[in-house]
């Protein structure tokens, strides 16, 4: 993703992401975990770690675990005197991948939310 300014913020979009698609909430062995890519700013002196805390709190992962994530944080570009912007790659835990509808707790909406959303806007009277 290349919304640096805020794009681990939508890291929220794969908390469960594979436990809606197959309805399993444990990992067969057969799915590959994607890799993720996602550009981001930081302004901190420990820049790795800055991006990888702020990247668990997205995913809901501990983040005291966060030196267990397979992930890699290189150094891209120095954008302003105090802004730099690095691109993180991170392979999706399999405890955020196969998250349960419980566990996730995602501010985004889904399918369903829109839909039932969708139907009471059609039932409102208009004058």
């Known amino acids: 993703m290349n919304l640096p300014a805020i794009a681990l913020e939508f890291l929220d979009a794969f908390r469960g992401l ?3 698609m197959t309805g399993n909430s444990t990992h067969s062995g057969d799915i590959n975990l994607p890799t993720i890519h996602t550009h981001c700013f930081t302004k901190s002196d420990e820049p790795e770690k800055d991006i990888l805390m702020r990247a ?6 501990p983040e005291d675990q966060y030196k267990e994530l397979t992930a890699r944080v290189h150094y891209v570009r120095k954008v302003a005197p105090k802004k730099d912007m ?8 399999e405890s955020v991948a196969y998250a349960t509808d419980a566990e996730v707790g995602s501010k985004r909406k889904t399918d369903e939310d829109s839909d039932a959303q969708s139907e009471d806007c059609k039932l409102q009277k208009t004058d």
Do not use: E, I
């Open 18 to 20: 594979f436990y809606r």
């Open 86 to 93: 690095y691109c993180l790659s991170l392979v999706l835990p």
């Open 56 to 61: 668990c709190r997205a995913l809901g992962y």
